[in-house]
């Protein structure tokens, strides 16, 4: 393979650009050309593509976001829309793709595969929801921006002795709320794969009340409910005025974090492995430390993320 092509794709994720720098740099280390592909996939579709040099690359490791933007584009997973993109990319001589994205953009780089153009997903997201991997690229950054989040608002809850509620990203999945949540010394999280009891909830923070904490500090992930709603059914068993904050956007920008970058630069480089051996149809991922190479198929269909449900267990049993 002599020329490869590298796009990002679904939600933008802290260490994308780094994860780029790595898909590059190492493709030229092996003799390869790079071409990067703007907005993702609505790029490819209408050749938004340009060749990346060693120095495009450069002063990017430490930067939020990605530099080759990113969109979403639904129609992709149309026939029509596929078939457009693998035109564009033999108009390039393109021969293999990679794709840093969230599971949507898996299913792009599948769809891709399956019509025989060889693509390699990398786990670029910051909700931690992709199969197969122990880590996603993003993710480690967005927990310490909004830990640092969290270490704030206790100062202030613990000053006017206050229950919060703080929303935190996710999509479907807790990890967020969870790390973030565990890392804070949060009194409760709540996560969509743990069922809670709002009474229990409310019985908590009073118990907490009445053993002297002068703070309850609630992580909600944003896949359960709103925060306004949640706040809204405490508030209706007991009147404890909670106060409602929603993190938002704030929780995906950011310069990386160092383990975001080493992940980006290890993932992006072992994608460009993967393709120069003659993968197609891969993901590359982080498990039990090892980097590892796996089918795409059986990453969508046949594996499922579940958080690290032991970190729910020890935050009950030490959060009080
Ligand atoms: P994140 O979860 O971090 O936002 P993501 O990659 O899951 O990232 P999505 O918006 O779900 O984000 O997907 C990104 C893009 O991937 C879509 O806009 C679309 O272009 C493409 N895509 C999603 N699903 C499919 C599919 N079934 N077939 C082909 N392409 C798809």
Redesign the pocket.
Known sequence: MKRIGVLT???D?PGMNAAIRAVVRKALYEGMEVYGVNY???GLVVGDIRKLTQRDVGDMIQRGGTFLYS????Q??TEEG?LKGIEQLKRFGIEGLVVI????????AK?LSRHGFPCVGVPG???N?IPGTDYTIGFDTTINTVLDALDRIRDTATSHVRTFVIEVMG?DAGDIALWSGLASGAEQIIIPEKNFDITAVAENIREGREKGKKHSIIVLAEGVMDGKEFADKLDAIDNFHVRVTVLGHVQRGGSPTARDRVLASQLGAKAVEALKEGHGGVCVALYKEELVVRDIVETLDNMKHTPNLDLYKLNEEISN
């Open positions: 794709s679904g939600g994720a993702g996939f609505a969109a979403r584009y639904p992709f997973a596929q994205g969230g599971d949507g953009s898996y299913r792009g769809a997201t910051i909700d929801d999509r």
